[in-house]
């Protein structure tokens, strides 16, 4: 089931018009869906504005903690159309992060984020392991469960994993052409839907626990299914070759 956040006009290669939707609207979309069918995970991806946000926000309480939440915080599309605006990407970090199981920013919103919460980057314009490990450590401290890089702005075109424990990249083919758009969205969608099937179930475990954590501003702790969560990750990165080519050509916006 899906809870519409915006309107758009667009095709397969790019965004040309958006409507958003009110945020007492989206909160109705939400508690509709739980009081009938419920809700085993959930994918989020354009937001656009605060009220938005804030929306969402208020959508995700009526979830027990214990639902994994993955986020695609999209920022700007392939074709250049704004989809998160400048002034909302703070509130996404205060208000979104510290509920999110794993978010999958690309390397230019990675680095988007980290600019919001007012940290530096440790080496502007480096896209190799150490740089991005450092990003996403940065941006685990504040509070998502689980960071995933997505490597279509990287030489390397690998995604980088990090649950807290230690970095790991996962690579795969690149294409040099193709229509991209959308892919990141996709890989996103997935992750949540085998999520909702209960793989990387101890995922789930400290969701809670990090959203306290991160509201304390203190650090959450590692996922205690470091090992298990990583080596999920990389099989779904096996099983879906074809998303993963696109996703590492343009990175899917």
Known sequence: M???????AQNTVGVTAIHHVPGDVIVAQIAAIVDDIGVDAVKIGMLGTVETIEAVRDGLALLPESIPVVLDPVMVSESGAQLLEPAARLTL?????PRITVVTPNLPEARAIIAAA?????????????AVSELAESIRTLGAGIVVITGGHRESGADLFYDGTEPIEISGPRHAA????????????ILAARLAWGEGRAWRRGTGRRARAARD????RACR???????WLAELSDETTALQRFSHATCGR
């Open 2 to 8: 899906t809870a519409i956040t915006a309107i758009t």
């Open 93 to 97: 970090v205060r208000e979104m992060l």
């Open 118 to 130: 007012g940290q530096n980057e440790a080496n502007p314009g480096d896209d190799g392991t150490a």
């Open 178 to 189: 193709g229509a991209a758009h959308g892919s990141g969205c996709t890989h996103a969608s």
């Open 217 to 220: 501003r203190r650090r959450p």
């Open 225 to 231: 299914c470091a090992r298990s969560g990583r080596a």
